[in-house]
């Protein structure tokens, strides 16, 4: 069975600072890998996502990420954080050939300081 | 702006008395999905619908139900909710048809509080 550790369950960074979110996943065959934001009391919405290809894909909002086989990772980056990434971000693995079922990890919520 | 919609956002029920939260989409998407968030969890997926096929996870509690009666709308059904149930109920989608791989989008959740 797949799993997903994010083995940080809260993060503090200052804002301006760089940010790296781990995220280490357990599966047989290839991966299609996951980053989703939520903010409080909110839905979760797409940063970005690894199918194929270039291992390290860019997403919305100046976050990217690096998928490492090897390591099993898909760390999450942003070289400049602003206030408003304070969420909590999930990372997840989807199953089969469509990856229609997902299964994510606990979560790492991320706290900017002024 | 095409997008997944949940109402209500909160939703206060009895403990026993059946609830139904309501999820509507404009993304024409042929799989819809119902997740549950408890407080500083990861979401758990409940059931999804391809189209009008029904798919329950193995481990979804009998007391949760799912209809849905069009491309559009998605309805979770709680029969007799229990003061466990209280989570966010994430409603989501995606492409199915001949998408190989598939994105997820969610909708904004509903909140649900078991008095």
């Known amino acids: 069975a797949q799993s997903v550790t994010q083995p940080d369950i809260h993060i503090t960074v200052s804002e301006g600072a760089s940010l790296e979110l781990r995220c280490n996943y357990s599966y047989g065959a290839t991966p299609y890998l996951f980053w989703y934001v939520q903010s409080p009391g909110q839905g979760l919405q797409l940063l970005l996502k690894y199918f194929s290809g270039d291992t390290l894909v860019q997403g919305i909002k100046g976050f990217e990420a690096e998928f490492k086989r090897s390591q099993s990772s898909f760390n999450l980056r942003k070289p400049s954080v602003h206030w408003s990434d304070a969420a909590e971000y999930f990372c997840?693995?989807?199953?089969?050939?469509?990856?229609?079922?997902?299964?994510f990890g606990s979560g790492t919520q991320l706290t900017v300081l002024p | 702006d095409a997008m997944v919609i949940q109402n209500p956002r909160y939703q206060v029920t009895q403990f026993g008395k059946p609830v139904t939260l309501s999820c509507s989409q404009t993304?024409?998407?042929?799989?819809m999905y119902w997740y549950q968030q408890k407080s500083s969890q990861a979401p758990k997926l409940l059931f999804h619908?391809?189209?009008?096929?029904?798919?329950n996870e193995a481990d979804t509690p009998d007391n949760f139900q799912s209809r849905r009666p069009n491309t559009s709308f998605c309805f979770l059904d709680i029969r007799s909710p229990g003061l466990g149930d209280a989570a966010m109920y994430l409603c989501?989608?995606?492409?199915?048809?001949?998408?190989?791989?598939?994105?997820?989008?969610f909708g904004p959740g509903t909140r649900l509080l078991v008095l």
């Open positions: 989501a989608t995606s492409r199915g048809g001949l998408a190989v791989q598939e994105t997820q989008y």
């Open positions: 993304l024409n998407h042929n799989v």
């Open positions: 619908y391809y189209d009008k096929d029904f798919n």
């Open positions: 997840a693995v989807g199953e089969g050939r469509s990856a229609r079922q997902l299964t």
